[in-house]
């Protein structure tokens, strides 16, 4: 796991932090709602300017149909016949109503209109009375309609221009907005894609993580094998230990009776000349008891003060030589029992070889002849 997080750790240090995803969403929304919102306000721009068209183009036709009707083929010459073929000046009239009812939302067409209506009205007045229409009326006719139709004109191709500027403006609009939404789709795909490759980068690192603990793992189970193994074997040896120890015991305690039994006083000294074991003859001599003697030099606690001297020498050199001693002969009295006779003994030693539990020492045996001395003086006499 560290080596895994160290190699992740690395990756971020290098790649500099990605935008949020989040962000690109958002923008992308943003844009795409700008340009849905525009192209529904330019739609419904389109069709109130159809509907304008269609309006100013009523008001056109209308007001060319009115002036025909008001004044027929106008023939030249100073005078206008009255009745002339083709005129109508009450469809004339009705018809400038009309285009008046049409104009309420321009105050000057519908000035020139009602003076257009007043004009229709004197040319409808004299064609009534049968009177001649006078050419100046005609002409005044023709010349507001021209400069109503005119400023109709003026006021299509102004409207007109608006709105190709503002379809030129919107299509700018949608188009730099869409340009911007792609940029961003552009921007999130290459973030979808690097964060593709981080994941499969990272992917790969389980993987090989994976491998190395499944390795670990198997390791572990062979480790585990192993130490059961390990852990039989120990409990068999400590089983095989605990058995031995028992018969070592047992044998101690057997050796232990064996000597407590034995005719002769026995004692274990190391190198040093400490006792690390004496038998029940030993302690009787000493006068002590037998555990008391574990620790305690040879000459603090000895079978017989006269004959302390030569057993010195005697378990001192064998304790230097290593060499085994046997049936020395010591006279003195016991020290339990100073004031009683004479005793005599035969001191064997004999070195002990150092294990890895011991120094090793030096084991004493120290039998007690003087009855049989006095048997042996007796025969002589």
Do not use: C
């Amino acid at each position: 796991m560290s080596n895994l997080s160290g190699r992740v750790t690395t990756n971020a240090a290098v790649n500099p932090p990605a935008p949020p995803a989040r962000l690109f969403f958002w923008l992308s929304l943003i844009a795409l709602a700008v340009s849905i919102v525009t192209v529904i306000a330019m739609t419904a721009y389109s069709r109130a300017m159809e509907r304008w068209v269609e309006h100013s183009t009523l008001v056109y036709q209308t007001t060319r149909s009115a002036l025909l009707d008001l004044t027929g083929p106008i023939p030249t010459g100073n005078r206008i016949v009255i009745n002339v073929a083709g005129s109508d000046p009450e469809r004339a009239i009705a018809r400038f109503d009309s285009v008046g009812d049409l104009t309420r939302d321009n105050p000057g067409q519908q000035t020139r209109m009602r003076a257009i209506r007043e004009l229709a009205g004197e040319w409808a007045t004299a064609i009534r009375r049968g009177a001649t229409v006078a050419p100046g009326l005609a002409g005044a006719v023709d010349l507001q309609v021209r400069q109503f139709l005119a400023e109709e004109q003026r006021l299509y191709d102004v409207r007109v221009h608006r709105f190709h500027m503002t379809q030129n403006a919107t299509a700018a609009a949608v188009a730099i907005e869409l340009a911007f939404v792609g940029l961003i789709l552009v921007a999130y795909a290459r973030r979808i894609a690097r964060q593709m490759a981080e994941a499969a980068a990272f992917q790969r690192q389980l993987e090989e993580q994976a491998a190395e603990l499944q390795e670990q793992t198997l390791q572990l189970e062979v480790s585990n094998h192993e130490l059961r193994e390990a852990a039989a074997a120990t409990a068999r040896e400590h089983e095989s230990a605990t058995v031995h120890e028992r018969h070592r015991e047992r044998a101690t305690a057997l050796l232990n009776a064996s000597l407590d039994s034995a005719p002769l006083a026995f004692a274990l000294v190391d190198a040093d000349l400490r006792y690390l074991q004496v038998n029940a003859r030993w302690a009787e001599l000493t006068g002590v008891d037998a555990p008391a003697h574990v620790g305690r030099r040879f000459e603090e606690l000895v079978f017989s003060s006269d004959a302390l001297a030569p057993a010195l020498e005697v378990l001192r050199r064998v304790a230097k030589t290593a060499s085994t001693t046997l049936n020395v002969q010591l006279s003195g009295h016991k020290r339990s029992d100073a004031r009683a006779d004479m005793r005599h003994w035969l001191l064997s030693a004999s070195p002990v070889t150092p294990t890895a539990e011991s120094s090793g020492g030096v084991a004493i045996a120290l039998l007690d002849v003087t009855d049989a001395s006095s048997v042996a003086q007796t025969v002589r006499r």
